[in-house]
């Protein structure tokens, strides 16, 4: 549960956390002329998390060459390690590279349709679904990797 925590929870939550604790120290008056730059949407829109799933990818290459070197060869699974691996990691190089290229309107209009709003924020869906790609993948390279040393380090005794 430890390692969730670190590597998956912590790096997504310390942005809006981080965003909590600024707008608490500052002042009404600089808010007031900042409005809607404190809200969550602000952090995400422009496929930010695709920065966090970019870091996991990273994560779970090194985890997958850690493999390799344990092992002395390649898994015989690794195809449906590394095929998600590189489409989770080509995905999060484009949806984080498109925030700085392309810049999402907040919606201020609360009575929109559910078609319009994930149309309208379609590269934030589309970072969540690359994010959630690259935490299962790295997930599934840490935890196999877990259990191949655990397996070695049991034969070896």
Request: charged share 10%.
């Amino acid at each position: 549960m430890g390692w969730l925590f670190v590597n998956i929870i912590v790096p997504l939550a310390l942005p809006p956390i981080g965003v909590l604790l600024i707008m608490i120290v500052t002042p009404k008056a600089v808010r007031a002329r900042s409005e809607g730059n404190f809200g969550l949407m602000v952090l995400v829109k422009d496929g930010q998390l695709g920065w966090s799933a970019a870091g996991m990818c990273a994560a779970a290459f090194y985890e997958f060459a850690e493999i390799i070197s344990i092992l002395g060869r390649v898994p015989s699974h690794w195809p449906g390690i590394l095929i998600p691996l590189v489409f989770s990691t080509v995905g999060a190089m484009f949806v984080a590279a498109s925030g700085a290229v392309y810049s999402t309107e907040i919606l201020k209009y609360p009575n929109f349709s559910t078609k319009k709003w994930l149309s309208h924020y379609h590269v934030f869906v589309f970072s969540v679904i690359i994010t959630l790609s690259s935490a299962i993948t790295l997930s599934i390279v840490h935890f196999t990797m877990h259990s191949i040393a655990t397996t070695q380090s049991a034969g070896a005794k």
